[in-house]
């Protein structure tokens, strides 16, 4: 009896704690030095999900989780907390008339998809129903437009960032060519991401031959390949882009979860059972070396690019892909729910934004 008054009272401490916590978090102080966005853990949040995704227009079958019959919503109730200071809430309004009379890129393979979806989703919620919101699709880009505000958001479909060409009726990634970023440095804000296909092989590499400076290769070492591909576009950046114009962000790796090890639950080899993110700020999996990689790139780079570190966060939300609830039932722990983590990406994006 005495034992569970004491617990009571031991929960009633730290819920009071966690409550002035989180007043003395209140967004002000995202200049504290202390605060780092991307360090921290996952709390439950009642008022979660940030949007109702059935009334999202915008989400590919691949994504589209409470729509193909996850039993299990947990996931949506989570909000990343970071250690010393609080994300501003997604104020999809505030973010339109900031951004008013921009063009916002993404620039990346199907993660940036994902991640885009939940952009349009995001705003798509919050605006009246009578707004004027177009989109189209030419060539490899995607482009929402709302009208009201002047502001367009578009997805550029692209595998590796670099280019793959035909020559003489064979597939060329060509490491140090981007010919794309033409279109890409005409826009406001860019965000850039690749690291999905880079060890794809068979009949799931879009490509033939390597060309690696002057070298035609069948193949080479995929770490080093994607190194060289970074570096390309660094130099794109540094010599191409006007940073009085354009914002740029590189995404980190968006991790998978096909190796229980990295989550301690050896033998495990799928994300299928998972309902709750990891407690905490640790993961066993560590820091993937792709991830160094992109790091080591950004640091060589003279314009400013701004690293979305979203790769521990998302490491922690095991539960958040779609596993079988897609309209193929494939068993996918790469991708991600929209709703879900990838809100959170966005809700970063928007604090650096707005
Ligand atoms: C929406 O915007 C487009 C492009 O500016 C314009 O052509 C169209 O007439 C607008 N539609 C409405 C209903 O206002
Ligand atoms: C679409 O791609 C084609 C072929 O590369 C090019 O000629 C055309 O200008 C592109 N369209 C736009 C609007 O960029
Ligand atoms: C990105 O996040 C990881 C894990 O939290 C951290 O180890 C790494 O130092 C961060 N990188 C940068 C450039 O801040």
Request: with cysteine.
């Amino acid at each position: 009896m005495g034992s569970e008054i004491n617990r009571g009272c031991w929960y009633a401490l730290v819920i009071i704690c966690a409550l002035l916590s989180a007043t003395n978090n209140a967004y002000g102080d995202l200049n504290d030095p202390e605060c780092d966005l991307f360090q921290g853990s996952w709390v439950y949040d009642e008022s979660y999900p940030m949007y109702d995704s059935t009334k999202c227009p915008h989400i590919r079958k691949e994504y589209d989780c409470v729509k193909y019959g996850r039993p299990n919503l947990d996931y949506l109730k989570f909000r990343w907390q970071p250690s010393h200071c609080s994300l501003p809430i997604f104020d999809a309004e505030e973010f339109l008339r900031k951004m008013s009379g921009k063009k916002i890129m993404y620039i990346g393979d199907s993660i940036s998809v994902n991640q885009w979806q939940s952009m349009v989703c995001l705003i798509h919620a919050a605006l009246p129903w009578q707004s004027n919101i177009t989109q189209e699709s030419i060539n490899s880009t995607t482009t929402v437009t709302y009208e009201d505000y002047g502001v367009s958001i578009s997805i550029f479909l692209s595998h590796y960032l670099v280019d793959i060409a035909d020559l003489f009726n064979t597939r060329v990634l060509k490491l140090n060519s981007i010919t794309d970023g033409d279109i890409w440095k005409e826009y406001d804000v860019l965000i850039f991401n690749t690291w999905l296909w880079w060890y794809r092989e068979g009949e799931k590499q879009p490509w033939d031959y390597i060309l690696l400076g002057k070298e035609l290769l069948k193949d080479m070492d995929r770490m080093a390949a994607f190194r060289e591909a970074l570096k390309t576009w660094g130099d794109w950046v540094d010599s191409e882009v006007d940073i009085d114009k354009t914002t740029v962000f590189f995404q980190g790796v968006s991790p998978s979860h096909y190796n229980g090890l990295e989550w301690n639950k050896p033998g495990v080899t799928n994300c299928a059972k998972e309902t709750v993110p990891i407690s905490g700020s640790t993961y066993l999996g560590g820091v993937p070396t792709a991830e160094m990689v992109i790091e080591q790139v950004l640091s060589d780079i003279m314009k400013p690019v701004t690293l979305l570190n979203i790769t521990r966060l998302s490491q922690l939300r095991k539960d958040a892909h779609p596993s079988s609830f897609n309209a193929f039932k494939g068993m996918d722990c790469t991708h991600w729910c929209v709703a879900g983590l990838p809100d959170t990406w966005n809700q970063i994006l928007y604090t650096y934004l707005v």
